[in-house]
């Protein structure tokens, strides 16, 4: 059985839909500026979404008398443009959601204990009830009106990945008819200040894959596919979820072994799947963070699996930032559309590969191009690693 995706919604630091993140990337248009959403001593570039939880609101038409997370917010926002884009009718078949996300509900935690902290009689406890991770999920699929199956995936930056993956075997045995999947996580103090004591932030503009990388530049968004089977459709479909695969190198908390076992498995597997040979793979979204640990690692099983014969590859994260759980929702969105509009996204800030590499990322925006198979790679803390491939559908 094929598995087809028929909707895509982004939400990013560049634009609250598919076509303004296309056109900043396209543009060159990064989003990375200082800290705006919460008071913070560090300084370091972050991507946010150039919208308040009030803007959000009133944009979706949401009752401002009730609480919601940023989390969801923008989860919202990107899953109901996949949605509407699959132009699927959801009380006419079997539909799930399967979220991801990071942090959940914290950026409302946060606002709670400010007050809690000098006085425990205060503190508005509505915020702490949408800490869970799930809470994000539940209200997403309200707001959708789906019902059939919802649940919560969380896995560091895997996360999701895994709600891709997951939505896939579920149509695959017969469970569900299509499902909206991908992930959606806000920018807080706990996330900031978390990697921030990993010593993994750059304190410039992120640099994946140069020899000179110093760390990440954490972002927040949201991104959702819908996955079909060929039985529903009620559209072209972009492409289809051709190989996926998860993997664990159980290395370290935090870091990937340094010879990329985990991304290593987790690629090759996909391509198994995929039935195709390496050679076939025409693009790879890295999952590119630009740390020092990552970038070789990843590098390393890239140069194992295609040798002498390295895609073109790139990765997004100096647009957007390192969306944690939301990531591979947005890239896997911006991995349909490289097979579906034949496109390849510029890697910024590359000057010089890494020492002893032949790894070169695409450095300009090119459309047009014949590209059958995109591989994107989205690796977590725990050595939980992720690699989804997508694949033109063949018209004869």
């Given amino acids: 059985m094929q598995i087809y995706i028929t909707g895509i919604g982004i939400v990013s630091g560049i634009g609250i839909n598919v076509e303004e993140n296309l056109h900043a990337i396209r543009d060159n248009k990064h989003g990375m500026e200082k800290v705006s959403l919460f008071p913070s001593s560090i300084d370091v ?51 799930g959601f399967i979220s991801s996300t990071s942090v959940g509900g914290m950026d409302l935690s946060e606002n709670f204990y400010v007050d809690f902290k000098e006085d425990q009689t205060k503190g508005r406890l509505r915020n702490i009830i949408h800490h869970d991770c799930g809470d994000s999920t539940e209200i997403i699929a309200s707001y959708l009106g789906i019902a059939d199956f919802v649940t919560t995936i969380s896995t560091a930056c895997s996360s999701a990945a895994n709600a891709i993956i997951l939505g896939a075997r579920m149509i695959k045995n017969g469970l569900l008819d299509a499902v909206i999947v991908g992930g959606t996580d806000a ?46 459709l009620k559209k072209e479909p972009y492409c289809t979820l051709s190989g996926y695969a998860n993997a664990n190198d159980a290395f370290h908390q935090t870091a990937t072994s340094s010879e990329g ?21 025409d693009y790879i979204n890295v999952h590119g963070t630009g740390t020092p640990n990552n970038d070789l690692s990843e590098g390393k099983a890239i140069m194992r699996i295609f040798g002498d014969n390295i895609p073109k590859f ?68 725990g050595g939980n690693d992720s690699s989804l491939l997508f694949s033109a559908i063949d018209k004869k």
């Fill in 45 to 95: 570039p972050v991507c946010e979404v150039k919208y308040t939880n009030t803007q959000l609101t009133e944009l979706l038409s949401l009752s401002t008398h009730k609480t919601y997370s940023r989390t969801a917010l923008l989860g919202i926002l990107a899953a109901k443009e996949a949605l509407n884009d699959s132009k699927i009718d959801i009380n006419a078949q079997r539909i």
């Fill in 187 to 232: 920018l807080c103090k706990f996330t900031l200040n978390g990697f921030n004591s990993l010593m993994i932030l750059d304190k410039g503009h992120c640099k994946p894959f140069d020899h000179a990388r110093e760390g990440l530049n954490l972002g927040e968004g949201a991104g959702y596919l819908v996955l079909q089977s060929d039985k529903t």
């Fill in 261 to 281: 076992n985990g991304p290593y498995l987790c690629m090759k597997e996909a391509i198994k799947m995929a039935n195709i040979l390496p050679e076939h793979v």
């Fill in 314 to 381: 790139s990765s997004v994260k100096p647009f957007i930032g390192h969306t944690l759980g939301a990531s591979e929702g947005i890239e896997a969105a911006l991995s349909v559309l490289s097979v579906y509009k034949g496109l390849v996204y510029p890697n910024l800030n590359f000057k010089e590969p890494i020492e002893n590499t032949p790894l070169i990322p695409v450095s300009r925006w090119d459309s047009g191009l014949s590209i059958k198979h995109v591989l994107s790679n989205s690796f977590g803390f």
